[in-house]
């Protein structure tokens, strides 16, 4: 069979995608130690590793991610380099993925290839890289049928039924966000086909490919205990996703665009539109980072609307269906973002989805700019595409000089080599050295292997560095802990007097930007009876350490 020159260039893209990323990612790959995103994440696969049961854990995010890092540390023992090529490993395959999306939108390998370079110099933040591979995931099988709405196969529905059940394994919320378009590119090929009988026979392949998918981690799921877990949390992320909305719309109601910074709020203060033209670059680059996706977002949207109506008509799905699926690639993880922690790490997760209705942002401008008769709507076009590409550009000048994505701005300062157990071996800057050395030093003087120890309100990756487990199974606590579990502050002081850990280790982070976020704080009577307990504290800049 004679080779395909088109079928070689594609290859070549994506060879050059996996290269570039594993030459670029490799620079600066052990660099740093984070003791709260990466620590948390390296904690509980290790804690997994040793046989604890993941109900004995409070898991915030779908259950596989956390299984795949067990399974490492099961295949290869446990090391934090690992779990940092893992990270990157997922970047680099939503990277893959991105250009293979636009590519099949645009018909274009160059300006796929372009596109994709944006978020492969400034990738999503590592240790929650998650969210770019299960939107990127979603949108690829979901434009493979886009693209070819009106020849949809039954494999092309499998692979969309398959990246959804994924999606539901590593985080519910995606599954359930991306089952609308999928739905709806289905209830489609039926308008193509003209009889509901080729729409059966895809959504049932679909089904079928959803549920082959999800056997594997419901039989290990059965077989280890906890079944029940997977369940609550396919049934109870629905509920998450009504509270976050209904939050967004108060927030929106109630002060404009301003986060309300009240008492026991788990989201970061968004800052207001004025922050834009504030004298600070570091808060005026993050303000119009957050946003300008909402132009974005909102203008692709209502144009696209405007010309529903005659596209329909024309019987244009062709040009419908690659639209919807680049609307939800951005709409998919907007209110994280946007209404719960506006930070540039969440934007960065954003981003690679984003990306995909940039280039369609893009894609249709260009079009519009050469073939509209009206001088004006060509001018419209060309300002539209300067300004998508000027908002890509401004990304990667912002995150290439700003830690907080995944990009090697982390790198900068980091130069101290720093080497502790379970194969942490990393650069980090001066200060972190002496910070960590202190904590670890602590942990072994004062605690004996197999001992438990506590990290609040967020730093389980002290334990890790000293081989220990946590106390709490929650990993992750603050002022929004003692609404959801009122009975979260008295436990935790019974476990601790009936177990007396020989470290508790307390930060002094305001973890959601306000003074009622720090746990001394909000825990202020775990804190009175653990003074109570104390022999001994270590203070430190930043932390406090309290010896049972």
């Known amino acids: 069979m004679p080779i395909d020159k088109s079928d070689i260039e594609y290859w070549f893209y994506g060879a050059a995608i996996l290269l570039l990323s594993a030459l670029y990612y490799g620079l600066y790959l052990n660099v740093g130690f984070s003791a709260a995103d990466d620590g948390n994440y390296a904690q509980i696969a290790y804690e997994l590793y040793l046989g604890r049961a993941p109900h004995e854990l409070t898991i915030n995010y779908g259950i596989l ?29 939503t990277n893959i993925l991105i250009f293979y999306t636009i590519n099949l939108m ?15 110099i400034v990738p999503a933040f590592p240790a929650t890289a998650f969210y770019g591979l299960c939107i990127v995931l979603n949108a690829a099988a979901q434009m493979r049928l886009a693209n070819k709405i009106s020849n949809v196969t039954r494999m092309d529905a499998a692979i969309a039924g398959a990246a959804l059940s994924l999606s539901f394994q590593i985080r519910p919320d995606f599954g359930y966000i991306w089952a609308i378009p999928l739905a709806i590119l289905l209830l489609m090929t039926s308008l193509k086909h003209g009889t509901p009988r080729k729409t ?82 570091a808060t005026s680059s993050l ?23 005659k596209r329909w008509r024309a019987g244009r799905l062709d040009i419908i269906a690659p639209s919807l699926v680049a609307l939800f690639a951005a709409a998919a993880a907007f209110p994280h973002y946007f209404f719960y922690r506006p930070d540039l790490s969440h934007v960065a997760n954003f981003m690679p989805g984003y990306m995909i209705l940039a280039a369609a942002i893009i894609h249709q401008l260009y079009r519009t700019s050469k073939s509209a008769a009206a ?11 300067s300004a998508t590409s000027a908002h890509a550009a401004f ?34 800057s001066v200060a972190e050295k002496a910070q960590l050395e202190m904590v670890r030093n602590a942990i072994l003087q004062n605690s004996e292997p197999g001992d438990r120890i506590v990290c609040v309100p967020y730093c389980p990756g002290f334990a890790f560095m000293a081989e220990r487990q946590m106390l709490f199974r929650n990993f992750y606590v603050d002022d929004s802990t003692p609404i959801l579990d009122p009975d979260w502050i008295s436990d935790a002081i019974t476990l601790t007097q009936q177990t007396r ?27 009175t009876a653990l003074k109570e307990l104390s022999q001994e504290t270590i203070d430190y800049p930043g932390l406090t350490i309290y010896l049972l």
């Open 287 to 309: 303000a119009t980072l957050i946003y300008l996706p909402v132009i974005a977002i909102g203008g692709f949207f209502a144009l696209n609307i405007l010309r529903f109506a």
């Open 200 to 281: 059966f026979e895809l959504f049932g392949t679909a089904l079928a490919a959803f549920f082959i998918v999800q056997i594997p981690l419901l039989l290990s799921a059965a077989n280890g205990g906890y079944l029940e877990l997977v369940m609550q949390q396919y049934i109870g992320y629905p509920a998450t996703m009504i509270d976050y909305a209904q939050s967004g719309i108060r927030t929106l109601l109630n002060d404009g665009l301003a986060q309300p910074n009240d008492a026991g709020s788990a989201s970061l203060q968004r800052p207001g539109l004025d922050a834009i033209t504030s004298s600070d670059t």
């Open 106 to 120: 645009s018909g274009s390998r160059k300006f796929a290839f372009a596109i994709t370079a944006v978020p492969l």
């Open 501 to 527: 850990p020989p470290v508790v280790i307390v930060l002094d982070w305001a973890i959601n930007g306000t003074e009622t976020s720090r746990f001394e704080n909000w825990a202020s009577d775990y804190m």
């Open 395 to 428: 990304y990667v000048w912002v995150g290439l000089q700003t830690p907080g994505t995944g990009s090697i701005a982390g790198a900068a300062g980091r130069m101290e080599p720093f080497q502790v157990g379970n194969g942490i071996d990393v650069t980090i």
């Open 375 to 385: 001088p004006w709507l060509q001018w419209s076009a060309v300002a539209g595409l």
């Open 65 to 93: 991610w956390f299984k795949a890092g067990e399974s490492l540390f099961d295949s290869f023992g446990v090391n934090y380099t690992l779990v940092k090529v893992f990270f990157f490993a997922v970047i680099t395959a």
